[in-house]
């Protein structure tokens, strides 16, 4: 259910109405009434389109296999009023049925252009002039539904290809974001297993009495095997709490940039949603970790294109540009905005301003690590249906930034709120 779909059905039922006022020149026959229901329904259709209710993709899948059988109907009744039996209105028949094909499998495509030929072989047998037609119109309709079981079967594997890419970006994008946060989480536990092994020894040194210093030794000694244990679980890691530490490499954004605006079109925009890459300012090749940038770009643009697959449709765009030391890629969506109660949490762990989502809420909260380790950020604002994320990458390598929230008593500082 996207416009250019809605478009085309509408253009086919005003073809098969032609089809049927040019056969019915001369006799005492309109096609007014035809036209009046095909009107009503282009309307309906409309309302569902662009409003972009259902918002559930399936009921949506749903609404527009309703909407494709109406159109057979429609076409199978314009057909027999008009007296065409099995004229040129009949072909009306093959743009629906080729879509419900797309949607459910060929079988049903090819059910749904063979349903109406088969009642017409019916009427023709039973109440037309020349019963001996019922064979070739039989011929007739077997032929008419090879065009949406081709389309059907087709479509086959280039969604199963889709499928695949989508389930690869998806398993990849997870793994980073799952690891860098159970990374980031194993960093404090240990930070402050430190803390409070420092602190208790500390007091060790100046006890207020023998029971005092006892209790604290126990409470030091259990903070030390804290401490062991969460070091194995953690392993050697990097100051910058990720579980793979980041590398400096040559990395051409304005590559980067298309290569994940590519990798997510092809996994996650459905018809009905544009991509759009602007470049303003070319940047230069900057030395920086590529990895960080990209898993933090394909989250982002996912975000985007799955905000407007939830409704239909949608346009995404990206900018990139030069903006003093900093390349800035401003990715903006249509997709319905964020509520203000959802702003507050944007970037907390695990929580998913899309409730029907099947994501981890990962998203944005790690999107935003991936580009702080490198000097970077990640900004968020929504008005209005719109939102637009703007990821800021440093041309130079800077020193990672950390959060207060991130910051802990062994000394890490933080940089910014």
Not at 20 to 33: H, M, Q, S, Y
Not at 291 to 302: D, K, Y
Request: positive net charge; charged residues 20%; proline residues 6%.
């Amino acid at each position: 259910m996207t416009p250019a779909l809605w478009a085309l059905r509408a253009v086919n039922l005003l073809l098969v109405l032609a089809a049927a006022w040019l056969g019915t020149r001369g006799k005492a026959v309109t096609v007014i009434l035809p036209a009046l229901a095909a009107a009503i329904l282009c309307a309906a259709d409309a309302a569902c389109v662009f409003s972009g209710r259902p918002a559930e993709p399936k009921a949506r899948a749903a609404a527009s296999a309703g909407f494709a059988v109406a159109d057979i109907m429609l076409v199978a009744w314009t057909s027999q009023w008009s007296g065409q039996w099995a004229g040129v209105p009949d072909l009306g028949v093959l743009i629906p049925a080729i879509l419900i094909a797309l949607e459910f499998g060929p079988v049903a495509g090819g059910a749904a252009a063979a349903a109406p030929a088969a009642f017409t072989v019916f009427l023709v047998a039973t109440l037309g002039p020349n019963p001996g037609h019922a064979p070739v119109l039989a011929l007739r309709g077997a032929l008419f539904a090879l065009a949406p079981v081709a389309a059907g079967a087709a479509l086959g594997p280039a969604r199963a290809r889709s499928a695949a890419a989508a389930r690869a970006t998806l398993a990849r994008l997870r793994a980073a974001q799952v690891g860098e946060y159970l990374s980031f989480a194993l960093f404090q536990l240990r930070d402050y297993a430190i803390t409070i092994s420092s602190v208790s020894e500390a007091i060790a040194l100046s006890p207020n009495d023998a029971k005092t210093g006892e209790r604290v030794e126990r409470l030091r000694k259990a903070a030390g095997e804290l401490g062991v244990k969460l070091s194995r679980v953690l392993g050697d890691q990097s100051a910058l709490t990720t579980a793979r530490p980041p590398t400096a490499v040559s990395v051409d954004l304005t590559a980067l940039v298309n290569g994940c605006v590519q990798e997510c079109r092809e996994a996650f925009a459905p018809d009905g949603v544009s991509v759009a890459v602007r470049v303003q300012n070319t940047p230069p090749p900057i030395s920086s970790d590529r990895r960080s940038i990209e898993l933090a770009l394909l989250a982002v643009l996912q975000n985007s294109l799955e905000a407007c697959a939830a409704r239909g449709s949608g346009a995404v765009t990206v900018l990139l540009r030069s903006e003093g030391p900093n390349a800035e890629i401003e990715i903006t969506d249509d997709g319905g905005g964020v509520s203000e109660t959802d702003k507050v949490t944007l970037f907390e762990p695990f929580l998913s301003a899309r409730r029907a989502s099947h994501g981890l809420g990962l998203g944005l909260s790690m999107s935003r690590r991936f580009l702080e380790r490198i000097g970077g950020g990640l900004r968020v604002k929504s008005k209005g249906g719109y939102t637009a994320a703007l990821l800021v990458v440093p041309l130079q390598r800077e020193l990672p930034k950390i959060r207060l929230e991130d910051s802990t008593w062994a000394g890490r500082r933080a940089e910014h709120s």
